[in-house]
């Protein structure tokens, strides 16, 4: 089978308040476009974009999350199959930054225990109406080992570094292996087998 | 009393007529009418036909002039005193009539409203919501039918994509069409769902196959 696409699949995960931006970070990196219409996701989506690192191709299936609670509990069924998972939030909204230590605490609940997390500010662009100063999101993100970046999905700032900074983070920890015809599998719900094994 | 009867007499025939058809029936009609239905002006009409008929009798002589004079006096004032009691009468039917449109008004506003509250008593709960039926937009679907759908819009994507970078392979020449069976693969292994199987053990290796990078052949 020459013919594979990629030599890694990575799943990527993106989380933070309703209305931070995700999907628009998302849809940045994946399309390169942005739109200005807010359309709140339902529950959970995906893309997938293939990126070039070191060499080897590597396929990032990349998780959006509503972050709207009513969503929660779906969302959370995702957590465990992710590898890498994004925290946005967004920095004129003070609210969305207050409530980076419940994302990272439902991470803690829910993602496996070696999954590289990232924070990202989005919305730079708009610095007249910043709430959150840039060296508070430094700070928290030091206080909890985690990379930082500022991003804007409108005027395209560190949406691409911050997808690659967090694959190379993967890829540096991940045994060098070939796949094999593995492929993009979307049953990675814990929550959807969690819940098949208990009525079984 | 002797006097009387025959435009009394008359006057009952018409009154009838007039019950039926209530228009038409002349000053005469007043007198045949209902007591409790009657107006201001049919104490006028009363009147008049009264004093019309004592005209009649006083033009005989002085002496029955006089008595009648003093009878009509009389007259008037029960006539008076009749005109008092059907205004405040019909003002009282009035006031009872607008007061019984506003309590029923009053009642049915009450009805409505007190309808959700009924429901909550039967439902109680702190958590608990009332849904609307007749709201287009209620909410109708679980948690886990939401949940089931997406998985299938996001499996059916994926399997898009593949098809996708299938035919992309194909068309730019990178597979041989007589390596198509091995090209299937892909797909077919996307199928098995673990939702299809699994228990306990299953799912752990559901989530290690996710994870797992094995060795796959390059050629």
């Known amino acids: ?200 | 009393m002797e006097k009387m009867p025959s435009p009394g007499k008359e006057e009952g025939e018409e009154g009838e007529e007039e019950e039926e058809e209530e228009e038409g029936a002349g000053p005469e009609g007043a007198l045949g009418k209902n007591p409790f239905q009657l107006t201001a002006e049919d104490v006028y009409d009363i009147s008049y036909v009264v004093g019309r008929d004592l005209m009649a009798i006083a033009g005989d002589s002085r002496d029955v002039a006089t008595r009648v004079t003093q009878l009509q006096f009389k007259i008037v004032r029960v006539l008076e005193m009749l005109e008092a009691l059907v205004n405040d009468c019909n003002v009282t039917v009035e006031e009872l009539r607008m007061e019984r449109d506003s309590l029923r008004k009053e009642v049915e506003g009450l009805r409505s409203e007190g309808q959700p509250p009924n429901t909550e008593e039967v439902n109680p709960g702190t958590n608990k919501v009332v849904v609307d039926l007749t709201d287009p937009n209620r909410p109708r679907f679980t948690m886990q039918e939401l949940r089931d759908v997406l998985h299938e819009r996001n499996k059916l994507k994926s399997q898009l994509l593949v098809a996708q970078e299938e035919l992309q392979c194909y068309k730019s020449g990178l597979i041989p069409l007589n390596n198509s069976q091995l090209a299937r693969r892909d797909p077919q292994a996307l199928m098995t769902s673990p939702s299809s199987s699994k228990g306990g053990k299953q799912e752990k290796t559901v989530i290690r196959k996710l994870f797992s990078f094995r060795s796959g052949k390059r050629t």
């Not at chain 1, 931070?20 to 219409?37: E, M, Q, W």
């Not at chain 1, 690192?53 to 709207?68: F, S």
């Not at chain 1, 109406?129 to 999905?153: L, N």
């Open chain 1, 1 to 200: 089978m020459a013919k594979k696409t990629y030599d890694l699949l990575f799943k990527l995960l993106l989380i933070g308040d309703s209305g931070v931006g995700k999907t628009c970070v998302l849809f940045r990196f994946s399309d390169d476009a942005f739109n200005t219409t807010f359309i709140s996701t339902i529950g959970i989506d995906f893309k997938i974009k293939t990126v070039e690192l070191q060499g080897k191709k590597i396929k990032l299936q990349i998780w959006d999350t509503a972050g709207q609670e009513r969503f929660h509990t779906i969302t959370t069924s995702y957590y465990r199959g992710a590898m890498g998972i994004m925290l946005v939030y967004d920095i004129t909204n003070g609210k969305s930054f207050e409530n980076i230590s419940k994302w990272l605490r439902n991470i803690d609940e829910h993602a496996n225990e070696d999954v590289e997390r990232m924070l990202l500010g989005n919305k730079c662009d708009m610095e007249d109406k910043r709430v959150v100063p840039k060296s508070k999101g430094e700070q928290i993100a030091r206080e909890h080992g985690i990379r930082f970046f500022e991003t804007s999905a409108k005027a395209n700032i560190n949406i691409e570094k911050a997808f690659l900074t967090l694959a190379e983070d993967i890829l540096r920890k991940t045994p060098v292996k070939e796949p094999n015809s593995e492929n993009v599998d979307i049953n990675s719900g814990g929550g959807v087998t969690g819940w098949k094994s208990k009525c079984c």
